[in-house]
């Protein structure tokens, strides 16, 4: 799936949600969907313009200048709904405390266990933040929908988190096993 198609397919997703202006459609986007999904805001504008052209959001001008909301129209919906059946590509991961840890040797001991250390505390702040979320959500959207769809997002956010803590204590003891100088005992 081509990056214009997946940024659609955040832009139409947040829409069918509800209208919204663009920088609530922005702010939704990163506040929202940022738990698991980052979009260059550079893109969203660009991607509401294009949808617009093509009649897949419909703008309806507020009173004031950058007011106005957009809306998802009939062949938006037909146009999510195909990105969203599209096969999910699988795209090669990239984690830069993963690639440090692996050439950990000559980075040192002290080094790593910090990294992982701080890995372990955004773990557990994330961790946290899913708790807050999954109480808001459930108050807030009760009524809604799209809650059920909605908590489990946040519990795969949380299953992750709780996975990078106990990764994190698992390498951490590892690391108790070597030296200083990071060759094994």
Same mark, same amino acid.
């Given at each position: 799936?081509?990056?214009?198609?997946?940024? #659609?397919?955040?832009?139409?997703?947040?829409?069918?949600?509800?209208?919204?202006?663009?920088?609530?459609?922005?702010?939704? @986007?990163? #506040? =929202?969907l940022g738990h698991f999904w980052s979009e260059s805001f550079g893109q969203i504008y660009p991607?509401?313009?294009?949808? #617009? /052209?093509?009649?897949?959001?419909?703008?309806?001008?507020?009173?004031? *200048?950058?007011?106005? @909301?957009?809306?998802?129209?009939?062949?938006?919906?037909?146009?999510?709904?195909?990105?969203?059946?599209?096969? @999910? /590509?699988?795209?090669?991961?990239?984690?830069?405390?993963?690639?440090?840890?692996?050439?950990?040797?000559?980075?040192?001991?002290?080094?790593?266990?910090?990294?992982?250390?701080?890995?372990?505390?955004?773990?557990?702040? !994330?961790? &946290?933040?899913?708790?807050?979320?999954?109480? %808001? =959500?459930?108050? #807030?959207?009760?009524?809604?929908?799209?809650?059920?769809?909605?908590?489990?997002? @946040?519990?795969?956010?949380?299953?992750? *988190?709780?996975?990078?803590? &106990?990764?994190?204590?698992?390498?951490?003891?590892?690391?108790? %096993?070597?030296?200083?100088?990071?060759?094994? !005992?």
């Amino acid at each position: 799936m081509a990056r214009r198609d997946q940024t #659609e397919m955040a832009v139409l997703g947040a829409l069918s949600m509800q209208p919204m202006t663009a920088y609530a459609l922005r702010e939704a @986007i990163r #506040e =929202v969907l940022g738990h698991f999904w980052s979009e260059s805001f550079g893109q969203i504008y660009p991607t509401l313009n294009a949808l #617009e /052209k093509e009649g897949h959001v419909q703008r309806q001008e507020g009173p004031r *200048a950058r007011s106005s @909301i957009f809306q998802l129209t009939d062949s938006g919906l037909t146009r999510l709904r195909d990105l969203l059946n599209e096969p @999910i /590509k699988a795209v090669p991961p990239r984690n830069g405390l993963l690639l440090r840890l692996f050439f950990g040797r000559q980075l040192g001991v002290r080094r790593c266990r910090e990294l992982l250390e701080e890995a372990k505390a955004d773990a557990e702040r !994330r961790l &946290a933040e899913y708790d807050a979320l999954t109480r %808001t =959500v459930s108050e #807030e959207d009760r009524d809604s929908p799209d809650l059920p769809y909605t908590l489990m997002t @946040i519990s795969a956010g949380r299953h992750g *988190a709780e996975a990078a803590v &106990a990764w994190a204590e698992e390498a951490l003891a590892l690391l108790d %096993t070597l030296p200083e100088n990071g060759e094994p !005992r």
